[in-house]
């Protein structure tokens, strides 16, 4: 439950700069005080309006600040929340990936992506995508992957974030 500082987030921009990088990614995952998910932000989580002070921050030293999202695997933080059980693909069998199937979750993972394009100025939005070993679990995701494949479940939950970013002029980015 680490989050670090704005401090040492502009120390590290000041660092990354001077040894001649131009873009920082910055691993958010629930350690970044969504709006739309207020109950699952860590303790010292950045806040979007530190966020854009860094963003403004690194900008003014040649540096890019990328927001890198997880939005279907490497989800426990947000699944182990009090008040995110309710996401997990497969309850009972690990914690790591929300179910890309229940309306109410692609809501939450298009919120939580609409929140980083409010938050941050960067042309990239990493949506994370990787870790997501659990899909097809739960019975509506194992029907559904019975006609469209795991390959599908996967295309389509990430086709439709990859478009709410292009439709807000921005990049999408994935591992």
């Not at 401090?7 to 990614?25: Q, T, V």
């Not at 989800?75 to 693909?89: D, K, N, P, T, V």
Request: a negative charge; charged letters at 25%; glycine letters at 14%.
């Amino acid at each position: 439950e680490q989050s670090p500082s704005e401090e040492s987030l502009l120390d590290l921009i000041e660092r990354s700069a001077g040894a001649g990088y131009n873009a920082l990614g910055l691993y958010l995952e629930h350690r970044f005080a969504y709006p739309s998910a207020p109950w699952a932000a860590g303790p010292g989580g950045l806040t979007p309006e530190a966020a854009g002070r860094l963003s403004r921050a690194a900008a003014g030293r040649g540096v890019r600040l990328i927001p890198f999202l997880n939005t279907l695997g490497h989800m426990e933080g947000f699944i182990r929340s009090e008040g995110g059980q309710w996401l997990a693909e497969a309850p009972g069998k690990g914690v790591l990936q929300i179910c890309p199937s229940r309306p109410e979750c692609i809501k939450f993972a298009s919120n939580l992506v609409a929140d980083a394009l409010d938050a941050f100025d960067d042309e990239w939005v990493h949506l994370g995508g990787d870790e997501t070993h659990q899909l097809g679990e739960c019975s509506l995701c194992a029907k559904r992957a019975g006609k469209v494949g795991q390959e599908g479940l996967y295309a389509e939950f990430f086709g439709r974030l990859c478009r709410r970013v292009l439709e807000r002029g921005r990049r999408p980015c994935m591992w």
